[in-house]
């Protein structure tokens, strides 16, 4: 069945691109030097943050560009189409997608907000963070909050104060927080350690959905991998080409999916919400089945749950999230069918924008109405508590 006028789509996964004065409009005076400004060098606009430079990745805002045009070289703010930086644009590209409403996750600081674990002055990088859930909130979002669902990231460098944003970002409407795929890349304490408790405490006591995006704990599978070596998960480059990393996407948050199943922090903290963001849906069948025969052959002897069978934990605790994904939903009722939601993915390179709705319809061409209806928007407004308006 086609989509129809009812079928209203709520994005689980897009992006913006951060303007210029972004942290310059927001930060003390004393660190405007030091903090987040966009340098023009030999023709290119690059991010200069704390003593080092960021190029804008061009893959990351193709929107509108043919596939030939697409590349990794950093690109300048007007060779990116405005929808990217500027959110009435944005509106607009969303009406021409045929999206109601979308949840937008960070680009320069990284989808979890790691560029600022990385940076030295750790006051400064605590700025930033909540810097950057100032201008997501209050200037973005605010001008359609019906369009744009609060997110917010976190100094994942303390976990006391990583609570406690959580709890000022939740305050001021923000829904859900950007949390890295895995902290251990980075140098981090695993979901496994006490010490994350202060920050799943915050996350239940506020209703605040952890959103597990791809990357963002600084790991892209066949591209990257952390030098055990290195506080802070410094990153080495093998030879795969990108296209390796691109195919492989979803391997990040299968190894969350299954370390967060065997942690205990689910037993501990059932309110606990986690969104994989750009996993797609279809390896969740497999991880299930292969979870609970693990469970049912190791659970007597391995420090794990004796009780609770991992594909329950799964469906009280995870919604998977899909771009383009037909073999997922033709198994969708093995995945979960109220746990399952759409992504858009603007203004990537795995979007289909401008004609996701026409691509979702495709997709979804032989999904009953009820089903599409909670794959397209219900199921995501549920998670996020983010009700229809009008």
Same mark, same amino acid.
């Given at each position: 069945?086609?989509?129809?006028?009812?079928?209203?789509?709520?994005?689980?996964?897009?992006?913006?691109?951060?303007?210029?004065?972004?942290?310059?409009?927001?930060?003390?005076?004393?660190?405007?030097?030091?903090?987040?400004?966009?340098?023009?060098?030999?023709?290119?606009?690059?991010?200069?943050?704390?003593?080092?430079?960021?190029?804008?990745?061009?893959?990351?805002?193709?929107?509108?560009?043919?596939?030939?045009?697409?590349?990794?070289?950093?690109?300048?703010?007007?060779?990116?189409?405005?929808?990217?930086?500027?959110?009435?644009?944005?509106?607009?590209?969303?009406?021409?997608?045929?999206?109601?409403?979308?949840?937008? @996750? #960070?680009?320069? !600081?990284?989808?979890? %907000?790691?560029?600022? =674990?990385?940076?030295?002055?750790? &006051?400064?990088?605590?700025?930033?963070?909540?810097?950057?859930?100032?201008?997501?909130?209050?200037?973005?979002?605010?001008?359609?909050?019906?369009?744009?669902?609060?997110?917010?990231?976190?100094?994942?460098?303390?976990?006391?104060?990583?609570?406690?944003?959580?709890?000022?970002?939740?305050?001021?409407?923000?829904?859900?927080?950007? @949390? #890295?795929?895995? !902290?251990?890349?980075? %140098?981090?304490?695993? =979901?496994?350690?006490?010490?994350? &408790?202060?920050?799943?405490?915050?996350?239940?006591?506020?209703?605040?959905?952890?959103?597990?995006?791809?990357?963002?704990?600084?790991?892209?599978?066949?591209?990257?991998?952390?030098?055990?070596?290195?506080?802070?998960?410094?990153?080495?480059?093998?030879?795969?080409?990108?296209?390796?990393?691109?195919?492989?996407?979803?391997?990040?948050?299968?190894?969350?999916?299954?370390?967060?199943?065997?942690?205990?922090?689910?037993?501990?903290?059932?309110?606990?919400?986690?969104?994989?963001?750009?996993?797609?849906?279809?390896?969740?069948?497999?991880?299930?089945?292969?979870?609970?025969?693990?469970?049912?052959?190791?659970?007597?002897?391995?420090?794990?749950?004796?009780?609770?069978?991992?594909?329950?934990?799964?469906?009280?605790?995870?919604?998977?999230?899909?771009?383009?994904?037909?073999?997922?939903?033709?198994?969708?009722?093995?995945?979960?069918?109220?746990?399952?939601?759409?992504?858009?993915?603007?203004?990537?390179?795995?979007?289909?924008?401008?004609?996701?709705?026409?691509?979702?319809?495709?997709?979804?061409?032989?999904?009953?109405?009820?089903?599409?209806?909670?794959?397209?928007?219900?199921?995501?407004?549920?998670?996020?508590?983010?009700?229809?308006?009008?």
């Amino acid at each position: 069945m086609p989509l129809q006028d009812h079928h209203q789509i709520v994005s689980v996964d897009d992006h913006l691109i951060e303007h210029p004065r972004v942290w310059q409009d927001r930060l003390p005076e004393k660190y405007l030097d030091a903090g987040p400004k966009i340098v023009e060098v030999d023709g290119k606009h690059l991010w200069h943050y704390d003593g080092n430079v960021f190029p804008t990745i061009g893959l990351n805002a193709v929107a509108g560009k043919p596939q030939e045009e697409w590349g990794m070289d950093p690109v300048r703010y007007e060779d990116m189409i405005p929808g990217c930086y500027d959110p009435a644009a944005r509106v607009k590209d969303m009406d021409v997608d045929g999206v109601q409403a979308a949840l937008l @996750f #960070p680009s320069f !600081p990284g989808f979890g %907000g790691g560029v600022f =674990f990385r940076g030295q002055d750790k &006051e400064l990088s605590a700025l930033c963070v909540s810097a950057w859930n100032d201008f997501h909130i209050d200037e973005w979002c605010a001008t359609a909050p019906e369009r744009f669902i609060p997110m917010c990231i976190v100094p994942i460098w303390d976990p006391v104060l990583a609570a406690a944003e959580v709890r000022r970002a939740a305050a001021k409407g923000a829904r859900t927080v950007s @949390f #890295p795929d895995s !902290p251990v890349p980075l %140098g981090l304490p695993s =979901f496994h350690h006490e010490a994350w &408790e202060p920050f799943w405490n915050a996350c239940e006591d506020t209703g605040m959905v952890i959103s597990l995006h791809f990357g963002s704990g600084g790991y892209v599978p066949g591209f990257s991998f952390a030098n055990t070596n290195t506080t802070g998960g410094e990153l080495r480059i093998p030879d795969a080409p990108f296209a390796v990393a691109i195919a492989l996407f979803s391997t990040n948050l299968m190894w969350s999916t299954v370390d967060l199943l065997f942690s205990g922090v689910l037993q501990k903290h059932p309110k606990l919400q986690f969104s994989l963001a750009e996993g797609g849906i279809g390896w969740i069948p497999y991880i299930l089945e292969r979870t609970d025969f693990v469970w049912e052959r190791h659970r007597y002897y391995q420090p794990i749950d004796f009780h609770t069978r991992p594909s329950d934990l799964f469906r009280e605790h995870f919604w998977g999230c899909f771009i383009d994904d037909v073999h997922g939903v033709e198994n969708r009722h093995a995945v979960g069918i109220d746990r399952i939601m759409l992504e858009i993915d603007y203004p990537h390179s795995d979007s289909n924008w401008p004609n996701s709705r026409k691509r979702a319809a495709e997709v979804l061409a032989d999904v009953p109405d009820d089903e599409v209806t909670k794959i397209c928007e219900t199921n995501a407004r549920t998670m996020l508590n983010f009700p229809r308006v009008s």
